[in-house]
């Protein structure tokens, strides 16, 4: 119950009563619950939490555009790559080579974990398997704990401090979003084994299919990024889920061991 207040109070401190329309040259832009026009020139990045950023005509974003629970309209230049989760991202689609490395990139992480660790997958996909509803709301608390965490590090923190802490704190949760949604797509592959030729019906082809499946159907427009959304806050709760898991079944085998050393 705390943390949520906590997230509120945190929003309602640093959230802007209106716009914020930048007009002249800033090195960066971060608006937390408020949205963002850029008619100006942003040197850096910009980094809007709920709420809406407009690149407008003549406007230019130097770094990259990170839209979290927001859209992004660009009608002038960015010259990094845009990020939008959770809205719709007009006039800035991502160059196709980009979609094709992106692809790549978790096929090779899928085949990495499935080859060298395959319990972490294998696990974390059968627990997602049987209660996904649990997985979800798992994962949608410790994004919105996170998320408190992370306003209040930008808080009482500036500069390169307040980098190092967003580090810290984003490197749990991608190291669980990279094993959940393997786990997502271990799970896949299982569904998807009796349709599958016996060479693909191995555990990895088919949880290398799976993730290919995934990661071409988060292309499709709205209905793409509104399931690789899902599937992130699946795959992070199912592997927070399981972290957790772990954690109780070794104090459990432990335990009796140490109170035979006592007694």
Same mark, same amino acid.
């Given at each position: $119950? ?10 309602? %401190? ?10 002249? #040259? ?7 619950? !408020? ?23 003549? !406007? ?8 979290? +629970? ?28 980009? $979609?094709?490395? #992106? ?37 949608? +608390? ?17 500069? +390169? ?49 799976? $993730? ?16 690789? %959304? ?14 957790? #898991?772990?954690?109780?079944?070794? #104090? ?12």
């Amino acid at each position: $119950m705390i943390l949520p207040l906590a997230l509120t109070a945190a929003i309602h %401190v640093v959230a802007p009563s209106g716009t914020v329309v930048v007009e002249g #040259r800033v090195p960066e832009a971060v608006v937390v619950a !408020g949205d963002l026009q850029v008619a100006g020139s942003v040197t850096g990045n910009v980094v809007v939490v709920f709420g809406d950023v407009t690149v407008a005509p003549g !406007g230019q974003v130097g770094g990259d555009v990170v839209v979290l +629970g927001g859209s992004l309209l660009n009608r002038g230049s960015v010259r990094g790559r845009s990020w939008v989760v959770g809205g719709q991202s007009a006039g800035a689609a991502a160059p196709l080579p980009w $979609m094709w490395v #992106r692809l790549g990139l978790w096929l090779l992480l899928a085949f990495a974990l499935v080859a060298s660790v395959p319990r972490w997958p294998r696990e974390v996909g059968e627990l997602v398997g049987r209660a996904p509803q649990h997985a979800f709301l798992a994962g949608l +608390g410790a994004l919105f704990i996170w998320l408190a965490l992370a306003i209040f590090a930008g808080l009482v923190s500036q500069g +390169g401090a307040a980098l190092l802490l967003w580090g810290l704190l984003a490197l749990p949760v991608l190291l669980c979003k990279v094993v959940g949604l393997v786990g997502v797509a271990w799970g896949g592959g299982c569904v998807l084994r009796p349709l599958l030729p016996l060479t693909w019906r191995g555990e990895l082809p088919r949880t290398g299919l799976a $993730m290919a499946i995934l990661v071409v159907l988060s292309w499709l427009p709205w209905f793409g990024p509104a399931l690789w %959304v899902v599937a992130n806050v699946v795959g992070v709760g199912g592997a927070l889920s399981w972290v957790v #898991r772990q954690l109780a079944l070794g #104090r459990a085998k432990h335990g009796p061991a140490v109170l035979r050393e006592v007694a």
